[in-house]
C-alpha cells in the first residue's frame, strides 16, 4: 500500500496523477500537523485574549460582518454556517473530482494559516482513505468567497450529516459514520469557514481536466498524422526553420512531435502532385501550439492554486495576524478556466475540419470514404455529428469570467463565475475526445485506400492496434457502435510516444 504524506513539498499534477491511479492513502507529516496544532492553539489564545472582533470567527458572515457573536455560540455559528450553505443542486459532482476536493482541501488546510482542529483534517483524510465520498451539486457556487455551496457538501458529513458515497450506495452520511464508529466533528471557531472558504471545487475541476487534457493534446497530434497521411499531406510545413522565426514554444513543438512520429513514413516522403495542403493539414503547428500554450499557462495557474491557502480570514501565528482579505475569489481560475475550454475547442474546430476534408472525394480518395458511394452513405453522417458537437464547444466556450452578480446585500460585490466555467469545460473535454475519436474512424478508413503505401512504424502500430478495436467498413452498418469503440480506444491505448517527445504536452 502506497502512502502520500501531506506536507509543504509542492503537490504536482504527476504526483496526483499517481495518488489516483495507484489508490494511495494519506496522512499528515509531522510537520503538517505542527503547523495546524500551532495555528489552532494561537487562534484559541486570540479570542480569549482579544476584544476587538474578528470577521467570521467572533462575528457572522458576509454582510452579517457587523453583527458580534458571543464566546458560547462561535461552534453554532460554525455549524449553522455549514448547514446554511449547503445549497447545491442540479447535477451531481463525478466522484473522481469529490475526491479530488477531499485530497486539495486537505492540502490548504495542512499550511497552519487556517484555524481548523487537526481532527477536522484528519477525519477528511479518513474520509479519502476510506472511499467515504461526500454527495456534492454541480450548481451553487460564485466562485467569489470560495466555492461556498459545493465545499458546504463537501462539508457536511464532517458534523454527520448530509449524504455519501459509500460501498457502491449513496447514503446517509451517518450511516458511514456509523460503519467505523466515527463521531461527528464538533466545529469549534472559524472552522466553517476554513471549509467552505476555499477554490477547491474550481480546482479539483480544473486539475481532472488537465488531466485529461495532457492526453488528448498528444492524442491531437497523433490523429492529426494519420489524417495527413491519409489526405497525402505534405511534410514541409512542419519543418523546423519554419517555426523558429516565429518563437511560439507551442508551435515549434507541434512541428516536432508530428516530424518525429511521421520518420520512416513511405506516404509523407512521396512526391506530391499538389503545391500545398489546406490550412486544417498546412496549419496543425500553428493551431495546436497556441492551444497547447494555453494550455501551459492554465497548468500555471492551477499549479499555484492546488499549493495555497485559499480561505478567510488567514492566520499568521508568527506575526501575530489575522487578516480578512480575499485569497478565496476565483478570478484566476475562472480567467484560465475560460482560456482552457477555448483552447480544447479549437483542437476540436480544427480536427473536424480534417474530417471534412477526408470525405470530398479528392486526391484519390472515394467520396465519402467508401468504394461504392451512393448504395452506401459511409462516412457522412460521423462527420455531421463532429459538426455538431463543434458548435456546442463554441457555445461552451462563451467565457464566464466576463459575467458577475452581485450577492450578500453587495457586501460581496464581484463574483468570478469560475465554477460556472469548471462545469462547462468539463463538457468540452468530453466532447473534444468524441471529436477525436470520430477524426480516427475516418482518418483509419482513408488510410486504407492508400495501400499498400506506409506510414511510420509508429503509426501502423496505432493503426493495427485500433484495427483490433474498430473494422474497417466495407458496406452501410450501424455507425455509434463504432465511434464509441473508437472513445473507448483514445482512453485505453497506451500512446508510447518517442523518447524526445515524452516531455510537455
Not at 463521531?183 to 475541476?205: C, D, H, R, V
Request: net charge negative; charged share 20%.
Amino acid at each position: 500500500m502506497h502512502t502520500h504524506y501531506i506536507s509543504s513539498e509542492k503537490l504536482t499534477f504527476q504526483r496526483i496523477f499517481d495518488i489516483l491511479k495507484e489508490n494511495y492513502k494519506l496522512a499528515l507529516s509531522s510537520e503538517a500537523e505542527q503547523r495546524i496544532l500551532k495555528c489552532r492553539q494561537y487562534l484559541d489564545q486570540k479570542i480569549e485574549t482579544q476584544e476587538e472582533p474578528i470577521y467570521g470567527i467572533t462575528t457572522g458572515f458576509g454582510s452579517l460582518c457587523d453583527t458580534s457573536i458571543s464566546k458560547q455560540d462561535l461552534g453554532k455559528l460554525q455549524k449553522n454556517l455549514v448547514m446554511s450553505h449547503a445549497c447545491g443542486t442540479g447535477d451531481l459532482v463525478p466522484k473522481e473530482i469529490i475526491k479530488l476536493m477531499l485530497l486539495l482541501k486537505v492540502q490548504s488546510l495542512s499550511y497552519g494559516h487556517s484555524g481548523v482542529q487537526l481532527a477536522t483534517v484528519q477525519r477528511l483524510i479518513d474520509f479519502f482513505n476510506h472511499d467515504v465520498l461526500p454527495v456534492v451539486y454541480e450548481q451553487g457556487s460564485l466562485g467569489a468567497s470560495g466555492d461556498l455551496a459545493p465545499l458546504a457538501h463537501l462539508s457536511l458529513p464532517l458534523i454527520g450529516l448530509g449524504e455519501v458515497y459509500f460501498e457502491g450506495e449513496r447514503c446517509e452520511a451517518a450511516k458511514a459514520l456509523n460503519h467505523f464508529g466515527w463521531k461527528p466533528i464538533e466545529l469549534q471557531s472559524k472552522e466553517g469557514l476554513a471549509l467552505l472558504n476555499g477554490t477547491q471545487f474550481m480546482s479539483a475541476y480544473g486539475v481532472f481536466m488537465l488531466m485529461k487534457t495532457f492526453r488528448l493534446s498528444m492524442l491531437a497530434d497523433i490523429i492529426s498524422c494519420v489524417s495527413l497521411e491519409a489526405f497525402d499531406g505534405r511534410i514541409e510545413p512542419f519543418f523546423d526553420q519554419v517555426h523558429q522565426i516565429r518563437h511560439h514554444k507551442g508551435q515549434i513543438a507541434t512541428a516536432a512531435r508530428i516530424r518525429k512520429l511521421l520518420e520512416g513514413s513511405e506516404l509523407i516522403n512521396r512526391p506530391k502532385k499538389h503545391v500545398q495542403d489546406p490550412y486544417s493539414f498546412r496549419c496543425i503547428p500553428q493551431v495546436h501550439g497556441a492551444s497547447k500554450d494555453s494550455v501551459n499557462y492554465v497548468a500555471y495557474v492551477f499549479s499555484n492554486e492546488i499549493n495555497a491557502v485559499t480561505d478567510n480570514p488567514t492566520i499568521f501565528p508568527d506575526d501575530d495576524l489575522i487578516i480578512s482579505a480575499g485569497n478565496f475569489h476565483g478570478q484566476p481560475l475562472a480567467l484560465a478556466l475560460d482560456n482552457l475550454a477555448i483552447a480544447m475547442s479549437e483542437w476540436g474546430n480544427i480536427s473536424e475540419r480534417r474530417t471534412y476534408q477526408l470525405l470530398h472525394g479528392k486526391r484519390g480518395l472515394p467520396a465519402f470514404l467508401v468504394a461504392a458511394p451512393g448504395l452506401n452513405s459511409g462516412f457522412m453522417i460521423p462527420q455531421y455529428t463532429a459538426a455538431s458537437i463543434v458548435s456546442q464547444n463554441k457555445q461552451l466556450s462563451t467565457p464566464a469570467s466576463v459575467d458577475s452578480i452581485e450577492s450578500s446585500q453587495g457586501q460581496e460585490d464581484h463574483v468570478s463565475m469560475g465554477a460556472n466555467a469548471a462545469t462547462k469545460a468539463l463538457r468540452v473535454v468530453f466532447n473534444l475526445e468524441r471529436i477525436l475519436a470520430i477524426e480516427l474512424f475516418n482518418a483509419a478508413q482513408a488510410l486504407e485506400f492508400r495501400r499498400p503505401a506506409r506510414s511510420s512504424d509508429y503509426i501502423e502500430e496505432l493503426i493495427a492496434a485500433y484495427r483490433e478495436k474498430v473494422a474497417f467498413v466495407s458496406d452501410d452498418r450501424v455507425m455509434y457502435t463504432e465511434i464509441e469503440r473508437s472513445v473507448a480506444f483514445l482512453r485505453e491505448v497506451p500512446l508510447n510516444i518517442p523518447d524526445a517527445l515524452i516531455e510537455g504536452i
